[in-house]
């Protein structure tokens, strides 16, 4: 009974809490410093008692070792009475070999035997304690052991001075406590004074008063702060006073403006209670017609779709725990729109736990699969371009070699007509092969581009004339152009191919003859337009093409971009829309396919708006083909490339013209080559493992300024990027024909 009351007592108001929390923390702190203090100075005294000691008894030893040697008892005893004056001396003590006290400060125990003398001639220390230190040390002479000097050492006066040290921190302690309760006692007051305000207006406000009343806001602490948030929870609560009437009209309207649909129905499904506003604008259907006819959403639902949400709905409600999760399905408005919706239901029960209503939320979610869609699209398109690029880079150097050695052939066996005509067919062969890797790496976005300033309506225009009689007289092609169309960065020969593609495949789709509209517009897309595009936020030219032909399929449009996907059969290689992917990402645009079954279809593309008005022409040489009489000499070369097959090739070529040449399969093996040849140009693959055909061009640029560098490759990915670095090399793409190796090679040299 007494602790409570104690405990009471110290725990009755903040300050007391505060004063005897200072106290106590005082308390703990100052008794752990002051023992602290007490054992250091303790530990400190005796290691320093000890030291004395030590030196003390190796002195004695000293002097003391002929006198043992010749035991004079009586020389001995002179200088063991001349410690005497040692202050806090005990005793000491000349031992012989046997322990037999020859000398003693208490002559009284001459004679006597110390018993546990230690094997080892060494120093040893006896006894370390606050009262006394005992040190036992050798006396040699001659490096012979003589005897033994014994020294004692006690701590009265140390131990003096520790209790004053004690009693001099307990009065600090005793100081710092008085003076932190006071501190806290000031403190605990000013702080106790605003929460008294406020309990006494809280008071108040608990026994009727008004509650106009307030707590006066002083200062800047956390009382303060509390007071201001006291004062505003009573503005609060007196606002609230006058705001609780009609809050079931205030639920309602609320209910009635929010986007998801809230509805209340019967146990068995078949009866609608109440169904939220929202469900005309997510269905598309009257709510009246939702109360007559409660299935009507149900038959609302996706042909696709309709199994699994049959499967979600519980045969019995009122076994579920809390509510239950409708996997999410896909709706058909009236008008064809595809809506998909995410749904949840709740069982209510009465207070006997008998299911007596089911409540539940829909929402549509088509914004969130939408960009989820294009998120796995995007992740998809882009691992297949880097597969589709690096076969297609394999593919190129392997028709290097073949088209290469066939040139060579077709040159040696220009005078037998019969084989040269199979030359040929191989030559056509290796070409239309060409023009197949070209198209893989537009699908990739690794393939050259040649970018330009470009204005899109005029090249609708002047490629018109060039689609109608592509399309023939069956399709009606209409253009709809925009005035003011803003200029595009792009590679006006691909964007040409593009919209034939495009034309191309809607003319497939209009077997029976149809219309075809190209259009262009200046657009602004905002953040929330580009949630399901790969693109980012700004403006941009649309250019669409739409046709009345049959329309795709979901599953149809999901692939149209994939490479060698086609819905024509033997009749289609399946690369024109991937051509068209390819050319829309790598000019920085996104590409958008609408399309329905029956109900035709509309690519729309958006290509970002030019806002620098600057060519990004790459500065390559166009070199004209010369007479061959014309590309012989006698410079340096070095190939690099990691295909031998290739790099033989090449050297084949040049060394027939009278270059000399030296070959490399890496950069490593190049920088030495270079560092013991004299070369006066460089030909380098641009992919290479360990180090690039870039990064080895810049090395050899800045360790040999004057090689002149050609860069050959047709896997673009790495010359996107690359601006910065044109000036140290021009390009040759692959695959090339010889003559063309040759003019770049001797324009190079001639510079």
């Not at 690096?390 to 084989?419: C, R, S, W």
């Not at 729309?604 to 083909?625: A, C, F, G, M, W």
Request: hydrophobic share 40%.
């Amino acid at each position: 009974m007494i602790f409570p009351r104690v405990w009471t007592f110290f725990t009755k108001s903040v300050r007391r809490q505060l004063i005897w929390g200072v106290v106590l923390v005082h308390t703990v702190l100052m008794t752990l410093f002051i023992w602290d203090v007490t054992i250091r100075q303790q530990r400190l005294l005796l290691d320093q008692q000890i030291n004395h000691a030590t030196a003390l008894a190796h002195s004695v030893s000293t002097s003391s070792g002929g006198w043992l040697l010749s035991r004079d008892v009586t020389g001995l005893q002179e200088i063991i009475d001349a410690q005497i004056r040692y202050p806090e001396l005990l005793f000491a003590m000349a031992i012989d070999q046997k322990g037999l006290v020859l000398a003693h400060t208490d002559r009284h125990r001459r004679g006597q035997f110390v018993l546990d003398l230690p094997t080892q001639i060494e120093p040893i220390i006896l006894n370390k304690t606050p009262e006394l230190v005992d040190i036992l040390s050798p006396a040699i002479v001659a490096g012979k052991h003589v005897g033994w000097i014994r020294i004692g050492i006690g701590q009265v006066t140390s131990q003096k001075q520790l209790v004053q040290i004690t009693y001099d921190g307990t009065l600090y302690a005793l100081a710092a406590i008085i003076i932190g309760m006071i501190l806290a006692s000031v403190i605990g007051t000013r702080l106790t004074k605003r929460l008294y305000e406020i309990q006494s207006v809280a008071t108040d406000i608990e026994i009727g008063k008004e509650i106009d009343q307030r707590v006066p806001e002083v200062g800047l602490d956390e009382t303060a702060q509390l007071a201001k948030q006291f004062n505003k929870m009573l503005d609060t609560l007196e606002k609230r006073k006058t705001e609780r009437v009609n809050a079931e009209d205030r639920l309602q309207q609320l209910a009635e403006n929010i986007n998801e649909v809230f509805w209340l129905g019967s146990p068995d499904w078949n009866e609608i209670f109440y169904i939220s506003p929202a469900f005309e604008k997510i269905w598309g259907q009257r709510v009246e017609a939702l109360y007559q006819h409660p299935r009507l959403w149900i038959e609302s639902v996706y042909k696709d779709d309709i199994e699994q949400v049959l499967e979600d709905i519980p045969k019995d409600m009122g076994s579920i725990n809390d509510h239950v999760d409708f996997r999410e399905y896909r709706i058909q408005k009236p008008g064809g729109q595809i809506v998909w919706i995410k749904a949840r239901a709740y069982a209510i029960v009465d207070d006997d736990g008998e299911l007596i209503r089911i409540a539940g939320i829909a929402e549509d979610v088509t914004e969130r699969i939408e960009m989820e869609e294009a998120i796995r699209r995007t992740q998809k398109m882009d691992a297949l371009g880097k597969l589709t690029g690096g076969i297609a880079h394999d593919f190129n150097n392997m028709l290097g070699v073949i088209l290469g050695y066939t040139e060579l052939l077709g040159i040696k066996l220009a005078d037998t007509p019969q084989l040269k005509r199979y030359i040929d067919e191989i030559n056509l062969a290796g070409n239309r092969a060409k023009i197949l890797t070209s198209k893989l790496l537009a699908f990739s976005r690794k393939q050259p581009t040649n970018k330009t300033s470009s204005n899109i309506n005029r090249l609708l225009e002047r490629d018109k004339l060039m689609l109608e009689k592509t399309l023939t007289a069956t399709i009606k092609l209409t253009t709809i152009k925009a005035e003011g169309l803003w200029d595009v960065s792009i590679d006006e020969e691909l964007l040409t191919d593009s919209i034939l593609n495009m034309c191309i495949n809607s003319m497939h789709a209009m077997p029976e003859g149809g219309e075809l509209t190209l259009s262009s517009k200046n657009i602004h897309l905002d953040n929330e337009m580009v949630q399901s595009l790969a693109i980012s936020a700004g403006d941009y030219v649309q250019l669409s093409v739409s046709d009345t032909g049959t329309g795709m399929s979901p599953d149809t449009k999901d692939k149209i971009f994939e490479p060698f996907f086609s819905t024509k059969g033997e009749a289609g290689t399946g690369l024109g829309m991937s051509q068209v992917y390819g050319f829309v990402t790598q000019s920085g645009g996104e590409i958008q396919v609408l399309s329905e079954v029956d109900k035709g279809t509309e690519i729309v593309i958006y290509l970002p708006r030019l806002t620098e008005q600057k060519s990004d022409k790459n500065d390559s040489i166009i070199s004209h083909e010369k007479s061959e009489a014309n590309l012989s000499c006698n410079e340096t070369i070095l190939i690099v490339d990691d295909e031998p097959a290739l790099c033989k090739l090449t050297e084949e070529v040049l060394q027939s013209h009278n270059y000399q040449v030296f070959s490399a399969e890496s950069g490593v093996e190049a920088l030495e080559i270079l560092s013991k040849e004299t070369i006066d140009l460089l030909i380098t693959d641009v992919i290479m493992p360990n180090m690039d055909g870039f990064e080895l061009a810049a090395q050899v640029k800045k360790s040999y300024p004057d090689i002149k560098i050609l860069i050959a490759s047709g896997y673009n990915e790495r010359l996107q990027v690359r601006d910065t670095d044109k000036s140290l090399y021009q390009q040759l793409e692959k695959p090339y024909r010889s003559i063309e190796l040759l003019n770049k090679v001797r324009s190079l040299l001639d510079e």
